[in-house]
Every structure is written in structure tokens, then in C-alpha cells.
């Protein structure tokens, strides 16, 4: 057990002892220094009158009353759960209706705010950082400036939605250029993730110094979280959902829309695999089933290859597409080391000859029959490797795993939510509308009377109250609204 202080002041019976400070010190002998440790000592004066004529007698029992014994087993308890779900719910785990993480959200709503939208000049990549800083993000620069990089990558998420002008890293590894060199803006598919947020069509929340409002979610037209997939490791937990094509996820939408009650099965004809923006062949799709099935799964994922003749009865392997999240330098690097060792045997020369496409070049020894190197290529390389499917996402702010439909179920669900309010948004500003209108079309029935009520008014006040407090003839109102609705 533990005693653990209430938050609530405590008044001991004296003041705390004085600091002294010893003027022979190097640093206490300028002038500037003695000022500063005479009104320190000024205030430690102060600060004890003042504790003085505030301080009763108080007793032990009286000081152990101020005292609570807390068990520290539900203590760590308590403070790791909170730590936790602080985890999984702000930074680890995207939301199942934008399928976005909030340093994601905020990125692009900042981002909007500013105007750094895909029809307008880019700006500074710092500029946006210290936008989503400031106002959204509390964290670290690096954090937000990755996140940027990362949404500019078109070897990391299969629809980009930041576009970059400069240097954002490479395939190999490479790492982007600092923020204060590089631009950004928003591309167009991030302009249907944002649309029609300031139509009520979406809550908002105060930001970490109640001087803004932020989104809790965005009102995106697309299925964000199964075209670019997610990843995040929480504590206890983690996501990792792959990307897929954009027209073959649309039609399962739409046919989960128009059937309700339609099958998994049926949904994988219309979306049969991932679509990784690397490409590469999908081998294999019973793990992928699964994954649909039931949110857990492997998807085994080959390089894709083709071979070419260059003479003299040899062939030359040349690698076209990799497995996703694959370093091709990382790749190239260990099947040099294994042909260098001689534990690939039949390669006569090997080269990397990627300049905007990815073509790594193998030539084979005369006689080398080349299903055999890729067989090995394959066993001992990254030219093979797998993605675990682990569909979980943030469910009204709780963890859940999830299978193919409940996640097209939960985005349509959202999108209903989302027209709805907009539709009442719209609504409610055309009645608005139309209330001035007829509001004119009465003062221009009624002109003379307006204008002889304003001039034998004193104040304005007074002309509004005579305004207001006449019955007016609504007939001539009526008949102009009739005819622009296109009634007789």
C-alpha cells in the first residue's frame, strides 16, 4: 500500500527553510547578481510572513486526514488503461468511417484551412507543420513532417493524398529532404475527403487550448481506410489493413448498398485481392479469404518478372515490381551477398538498372534454367514475403476487429449520416432564405407604407417595432414565391 496526496493544498505548521547563498561565489559578484539574490531573499521573506499568518496549529491526526491509502496494483492499473486507450484511440488506430488517425486528419484539415488545396500554389512543407502544430498537434515537428512525407509517397499509399514537390524519399530507403526545402499541397482525391465539411455535416471538437475547432471525423466520399489500408501498433493491439483498388472497392459499396444483406463471398467477386501500390503478384488467396472472412489473414505477396533473351541461347530475369514495404536496396544488397557467397548459383552478372521504374537485371549462365534461380530467389529474398491481414479499427472510439462487410457497413453508415446532415444543413439555409425574400417581396408590395413608418420614426428601434408589429397583407408575397417556384 501506498499513501497517495489529495489535490488539495496542504498547510504545514512552518515555512520552508531559506536557501543561503554564499556572495564569495564567482557568480554572485557582479552587481546585476546581488540585485537578483536580494529580491530572492525579498521574496522568500514574503512568501514566510504570508505562511505565517495563514498557518493554525495542526496536529498529526489532522496532517494524516489530508492522507488516502491506495493499492498499487489498481493504481498502475488504472494509469496503464488510461495510457492505453490514450494510445489506441490518439495516435495508433484509424476510425472505421474516414479511416484516418487523427495526426492524419488534422494534417488535412489544416491543410484546407490554409488553402494549400490541389488547385492552388504548394507551400512550404514547414509552413503546413507549423500550422498543424500550432493549433491541432502539440507534438513533435519530425512526427507531423513523416506523416507528410508518408501521404506523398506513392510507394506507400496506393492513392497519394498529398502531392510533393522536391525530395520525398525513395524505394531504396532514402530519406526526404528537410521540411524547410520541400512544398506540398492536397491532391484532388484529398479534395473528396474534405468535401462538404462546413455544412454541418460533421462534429467538431475544441483543440488541446480550446482556441480552435478540429473534426472528430471527415465527411470523405471514399472508403479511405480499404483504398489506402492502414497500419499502427497500439499497446495490446495492432491494425494492418491492406490498400485496394479504387473502382473494385466502389462497386462493392455499391452492391453492399443496394443489397443489404448480400454475402462476403459476393463481395470478394466485385474486390477479389489487395492492390498494393508496388505491385507484385498476389500468390495464393485462401489467406486473403480469410482475411475478408473473418479481419485476420496472410496475403502472400511474389515480385513480379519477366524474362528476356539476349543472345547466344541466354536468359536474363529482369525484376519489374517488388512486395510491398520492401526496400529495394535492402533487396538488391542481400542477392548480391548470396551470389557473391555462391548460394545462388547459374547467375553469370546481376545489375540494378532502376531509374523511374523499378528493373533489376539478372543474367543467367548458359543452361541455367531460370525457374530454378527464381525458385531460390524467392525462398532466400524479400522477392517473397507476406502481409498479415488485421482488420481493426476505431468503432464509436472502441477497438474491434472487423470483417470486409462491417467495414464497407460502418463507411456507408457514415455517408448516410453525413448526406443527412447536409441535407438539413441545406435546408435549413434555403427556409432562411426564403424568409428574407418574402420579407422583401412584402416591404416592395407595400412601399409607401415602409418608407412613411421609417420617417415618423424617431430611432430605428422604433421603425422595427412598427415594422414588426403590423399585419401585413401576404397575398402579393405569396403569388411572387408562387411564380419562382414555377407554380401558376
Known amino acids: 500500500m501506498i499513501r497517495a496526496m489529495r489535490r488539495q493544498p496542504v498547510i504545514w505548521g512552518s515555512a520552508p527553510p531559506k536557501k543561503e547563498f554564499s556572495m564569495d561565489d564567482d557568480k554572485f559578484n557582479n552587481e546585476n547578481d546581488e540585485d537578483l539574490g536580494a529580491t530572492g531573499a525579498e521574496d522568500a521573506e514574503e512568501t514566510t510572513d504570508a505562511a505565517d499568518e495563514n498557518t493554525s496549529p495542526t496536529s498529526g491526526d489532522a496532517i494524516a486526514q489530508e492522507l488516502l491509502p491506495v493499492s498499487v496494483e489498481s493504481e498502475m492499473r488504472r494509469s496503464y488503461l488510461d495510457y492505453a486507450m490514450s494510445v489506441i484511440v490518439g495516435r495508433a488506430l484509424p476510425d472505421v468511417r474516414d479511416g484516418l488517425k487523427p495526426v492524419h486528419r488534422r494534417v488535412l484539415y489544416a491543410m484546407k484551412e490554409i488553402g494549400n488545396t490541389h488547385s492552388a500554389p504548394t507551400k512550404k512543407s514547414a509552413r503546413v507543420v507549423g500550422e498543424v502544430l500550432g493549433k491541432y498537434h502539440p507534438h513533435g515537428d519530425s512526427a507531423v513532417y513523416q506523416t507528410i512525407v508518408r501521404m506523398a509517397q506513392d510507394f506507400s499509399l496506393r492513392y497519394p493524398l498529398i502531392e510533393g514537390q522536391g525530395n520525398f524519399g525513395s524505394i531504396d530507403g532514402d530519406n526526404a529532404a528537410a521540411m524547410r526545402y520541400t512544398e506540398v499541397r492536397m491532391e484532388k482525391i484529398a479534395a473528396h475527403m474534405l468535401a462538404d465539411i462546413n455544412e454541418d455535416t460533421v462534429d467538431f471538437v475544441p483543440n488541446f487550448d480550446n482556441s480552435e475547432q478540429e473534426p472528430v471525423v471527415l465527411p470523405t466520399r471514399l472508403p479511405q481506410l480499404l483504398i489506402n489500408g492502414s497500419s499502427g501498433i497500439a499497446v495490446g493491439m495492432a491494425t494492418n489493413i491492406p490498400p485496394h483498388n479504387l ?93 557473391r557467397d555462391k548460394k545462388l548459383e547459374g547467375i553469370s552478372e546481376m545489375r540494378d538498372e532502376s531509374t523511374r521504374q523499378i528493373r533489376i537485371a539478372i543474367d543467367l549462365k548458359m543452361g541455367t534454367m531460370p525457374e530454378v534461380v527464381l525458385n531460390n530467389l524467392y525462398k532466400m529474398t524479400q522477392m517473397q514475403e507476406s502481409f498479415g491481414i488485421n482488420m481493426v479499427a476505431l468503432v464509436d472510439g472502441q477497438p474491434m476487429l472487423l470483417n470486409l462487410k462491417q467495414m464497407i457497413e460502418y463507411f456507408l453508415a457514415h455517408r448516410r449520416e453525413v448526406v443527412t446532415r447536409r441535407t438539413v444543413f441545406r435546408l435549413h439555409r434555403v427556409r432562411q432564405l426564403a424568409h428574407y425574400l418574402e420579407g422583401q417581396a412584402i416591404a416592395l408590395a407595400n412601399l409607401d407604407e415602409f418608407i412613411r413608418i421609417i420617417r415618423g420614426s424617431r430611432t430605428p428601434e422604433e421603425a422595427a417595432e412598427a415594422l414588426y408589429g403590423r399585419g401585413w397583407d401576404l397575398g402579393f408575397a405569396r403569388e411572387i414565391t408562387a411564380r419562382a417556384q414555377g407554380f401558376e
Not at 488467396?285 to 479481419?295: F, I, K, N, S
Open 247 to 339: 473502382r473494385e472497392t466502389i462497386a462493392a459499396c455499391l452492391h453492399c448498398l443496394h443489397n443489404p444483406d448480400c454475402t462476403i463471398d459476393s463481395l470478394i467477386e466485385r474486390m477479389p485481392a489487395p492492390d498494393f501500390p508496388t505491385g507484385g503478384i498476389i500468390f495464393g488467396m485462401a489467406g486473403v479469404r480469410q482475411g475478408y472472412h473473418t479481419g485476420r489473414g496472410r496475403v502472400i505477396m511474389r515480385a513480379r518478372t519477366h524474362l528476356e533473351d539476349f543472345g547466344n541461347g541466354r536468359t536474363r530475369i529482369v525484376i519489374d515490381e517488388i512486395p510491398y514495404m520492401v526496400n529495394k536496396r535492402s533487396l538488391y544488397e542481400r542477392m548480391h551477398e548470396l551470389w
